[in-house]
């Protein structure tokens, strides 16, 4: 890196310092004058224990495009607007005052993956010293991450120390991912595995480039410090991530949603109060807000006249056939034969040569005396009449909407066309027998 006169230090940290030697010797070169940068480039020690008499300095983070001095491990205190300038290439962010407020920096270098986050812990003072704790978190064995190189880094902005040097430590940690369920995720550039649910998730909304693709609502379009493009480079086309931060303001219905992907206001959703303690089987009518009333839905099949071979599902017109067909090829009871399903998306004429079918049947065969012919799909085949029976043409019609079914001894279960007990022919609903208890 270039020098700038008495303006920047650059200074190689040891891997330890001794807490005795604080205030004699710190982990970054001393420029003696607020007007600079001191930058400590390359790995440092822990702390073990801060100091007793040292003060807690409260800090607020912030986002810039910091170029290529995330590519290499560095921190650094910035002390001015200047120093800032001939750091970073471009002037500090408005929301910096460096009248009353110095700026800290800190890359960890190119890492291979994504998954690593870089922040700063803590910063105390103690006498003519600053103590600042970074932190690298670095993805656990069972992290699924982007397969991008990335160049973490954390800047961080808090109120000026005169007469102070900055004394640069860290304290990392390896991220814990559990049970590994992004283990074998392998997600592309732009997003990342959750290790929660082991899926890939969007990463940050994307925006700039050669096509200026805009940020969504008031989101403002920084460089994406995470790859190898710098605008201020001479790469006039390098695409961004968008930043939001709430320049506007929001009526009473709705709120801001500073997330990058949005960065506008919303409809703020309504509180719903509390319902009738009542069972609806079709659910709650629901008000103007979408909150749910003391009035049940009525039942969507009530108005519903469906053809004959077909009843009412949730307000629509299925077939009550036998599935068949598949890619199982699943064979139709008795003399049955399966045909295409019009109610399913899947069309064997259109290349579905696996669709699923429904079975149909049409008698086609004599039975023999004491028997007659079962044409509901399920059975379509010649079954014993059992005494007392009547023809299903000497029932009212239409019979029941119930299936019959071939029981496990043979029988049949399911409407039957039977004489009453007034000599009457009339429907009467069969169910198999028990099995036998061994």
Request: hydrophobic share 30%.
């Amino acid at each position: 890196m270039p020098s700038h006169s008495a303006r920047f230090s650059v200074f190689r940290c040891p891997m330890f310092v001794g807490l005795a030697s604080l205030a004699l010797l710190g982990c970054g070169g001393d420029l003696g004058s607020q007007e600079g940068v001191q930058q400590v480039t390359g790995d440092v020690g822990a702390l073990p224990t801060p100091p007793a008499t040292a003060a807690t300095i409260s800090f607020t983070p912030f986002s810039d495009d910091v170029g290529k001095q995330a590519t290499v491990e560095s921190r650094a205190l910035i002390r001015s607007a200047g120093g800032y300038q001939s750091f970073f290439g471009h002037a500090a962010p408005s929301a910096v005052d460096f009248s009353r407020e110095w700026v800290m920096f800190y890359a960890s270098g190119t890492k291979p993956t994504g998954g690593y986050q870089a922040s700063f812990l803590s910063v105390l003072r103690t006498g003519p010293s600053l103590i600042a704790i970074t932190q690298l978190k670095s993805p656990g064995a069972n992290c699924g991450t982007t397969q991008a190189f990335t160049t973490p880094y954390a800047l961080i902005k808090f109120p000026a120390q005169p007469g102070t040097s900055a004394q640069f430590y860290k304290q990392d940690d390896v991220v814990d991912c559990g049970a590994g369920l992004c283990a074998a995720v392998l997600c592309a550039t732009g997003s990342d595995c959750d290790p929660t649910t082991g899926k890939c998730v969007p990463g940050p909304a994307r925006c700039g480039g050669i096509a200026g693709i805009a940020c969504p609502g008031l989101g403002r379009c920084v460089d994406d410090p995470n790859d190898s493009c710098d605008p201020a480079a001479g790469g006039a086309d390098c695409g961004g991530i968008c930043s939001c931060g709430q320049n506007g303001a929001c009526d009473a219905n709705s709120k801001f949603d500073s997330s990058p992907s949005v960065c506008a206001c919303v409809p703020v959703k309504p509180v719903c109060g509390p319902v009738c303690d009542i069972y609806c089987q079709y659910g709650n009518v629901a008000d103007a807000n979408g909150c749910p009333t003391c009035q049940c839905n009525p039942d969507p099949c009530a108005t519903v006249k469906c053809a004959g071979g077909t009843h009412c599902d949730s307000g629509k017109c299925v077939s009550d056939g036998v599935s068949c067909g598949g890619f199982a090829g699943t064979p139709c009871p008795g003399l049955g034969k399966c045909v295409d399903n019009p109610n399913d998306g899947c069309d064997p004429a259109s290349g579905g040569a696996d669709c699923g079918g429904i079975c149909s049947c049409v008698q086609n065969v004599l039975c023999v005396q004491g028997s007659s012919f079962d044409s509901s799909p399920s059975v379509c085949a010649c079954v014993p009449v059992p005494p007392g029976t009547c023809p299903p043409e000497k029932c009212p019609t239409p019979g029941p909407k119930t299936v019959s079914t071939i029981c496990a001894d043979g029988s049949i279960a399911g409407p039957v066309c039977a004489l009453g007990a007034n000599n009457v022919c009339g429907w009467t609903i069969t169910q198999c027998p028990a099995p036998a208890v061994l």
